[in-house]
């Protein structure tokens, strides 16, 4: 599977960005998929996780209640909705493979994407 993650781009703190991972492959509803960020100077952590349906989702403690993880079998992608965004959300946020839900780490990554929030 390949993928590709777009949507990033320059905000104000309190904005907020949707961005888009499209996958190329086949059985792309077989994945749970996964959403990562890399700060400048910091290593990649995980972000969220879906599972095949999308009917359950996992989110790291510091996402609380602003991010929210979907996705669309059919458009063979999945989505991260970012609210209220402050400038420490400014990473290049990463799509992933996961080797199944509830795990945090990712096997087959894509090109990421940045996202700069402004004070």
């Known amino acids: 599977v390949q993928l590709q993650a777009y949507g990033g781009g320059l905000v104000q703190a309190g904005g907020s960005l949707r961005l888009s991972c499209a996958a190329s492959?086949?059985?792309?509803?077989?994945?749970?998929m996964g959403w990562f960020r890399q700060a400048p100077g910091k290593e990649r952590e995980f972000v969220s996780g879906i599972d095949w349906t999308g009917g359950m989702s996992d989110y790291a403690d510091f996402v609380k209640v602003r991010f929210t993880i979907s996705r669309d079998n059919v458009k063979n992608t999945i989505y991260l909705q970012i609210n209220s965004l402050q400038p420490e959300d400014t990473a290049v946020y990463y799509c992933?493979?996961?080797?199944?839900?509830?795990?945090?780490?990712?096997?087959?990554w894509g090109k990421g994407t940045l996202v700069t929030v402004s004070s």
């Open positions: 992933s493979t996961l080797p199944g839900f509830g795990y945090r780490k990712g096997n087959y």
């Open positions: 492959g086949r059985s792309f509803s077989s994945y749970v």
